[in-house]
């Protein structure tokens, strides 16, 4: 079973669309949680930490559940610029700083 | 943005030959990173450095070689590596090496191994 594991896509949407996208990760001692956008050929870059109470920031929004061990990102009024491929991630122990990426989800937003 | 600069950008060697990867970071971080990106997997640490000293080691073939002088700089010598060895190379840095810190990535070197 993977670690952090995402339904790779791609999700075609568009413009203006409400998407959603989930992620399952294995271990129950995993603290932090994140997501991280990365585009076509380019580097990975952080998008948002998530935080058990769930956290919003404008257009985005990501909840953790520690019981069903999942993590959700919600995209409201979808933008052509969304498309990218969002990674899902989980530190595998506290602190440790080491963090375990799943494969990614693939995002098109089409006008 | 510059914060992490990785070079070069693209690299072409043969499995016998000795090739060097090179990352900076201008950000005044502590801790630096090297991470492989596969075709449809997901990144794979390979190392972690925090404070020049390494950290992780996730149980990477020794015909990797990290090297790690000063906080700014590291280093992924590469020498009689395979074909399953290309990938993309990541170079990232964060401020701390707990999790708080996010990682910064530089853009990557693609290694192709013929």
């Known amino acids: 079973r993977k670690e952090v594991e995402q339904d790779p896509g791609p999700f075609n949407v568009p413009e203006g669309a409400t998407v959603a996208f989930n992620c399952t990760y294995s271990?129950?001692?995993?603290?932090?949680f994140f997501w991280y956008r990365q585009d076509c050929r380019k580097e990975p870059k952080l998008l948002m930490s998530v935080y058990s109470s769930g956290n919003e920031d404008g257009r985005f929004t990501a909840q953790l559940n520690r019981a069903s061990q999942y993590i959700s990102l919600l995209i409201r009024d979808s933008k052509l610029s969304d498309s990218a491929t969002y990674l899902c991630?989980?530190?595998?122990?506290?602190?440790?700083?080491?963090?375990?990426f799943g494969q990614g989800t693939t995002l098109q937003v089409k006008p | 943005e510059t914060g992490v600069t990785q070079t070069p950008r693209h690299l072409v060697m043969g499995m016998t030959n000795k090739k060097s990867l090179k990352c900076e970071q201008h950000?005044?971080?502590?801790?630096m990173y090297w991470y492989k990106q596969s075709a449809k997997k997901p990144l794979e640490l390979m190392f972690v450095y925090n404070f020049k000293e390494q950290t992780e080691n996730n149980s990477v073939p020794s015909r990797f070689s990290p090297e790690c002088p000063n906080s700014s700089h590291l280093f992924l010598h590469l020498h009689t590596l395979q074909p399953e060895d290309s990938a993309l190379y990541l170079c990232?840095?964060?401020?701390?090496?707990?999790?708080?810190?996010?990682?910064?990535f530089g853009n990557g070197t693609r290694l192709t191994v013929t």
């Open positions: 991630v989980a530190e595998e122990k506290s602190n440790t700083g080491k963090l375990i």
């Open positions: 271990n129950s001692a995993s603290q932090s």
């Open positions: 990232a840095s964060s401020q701390g090496s707990d999790s708080r810190s996010p990682l910064h």
């Open positions: 950000l005044g971080h502590n801790a």
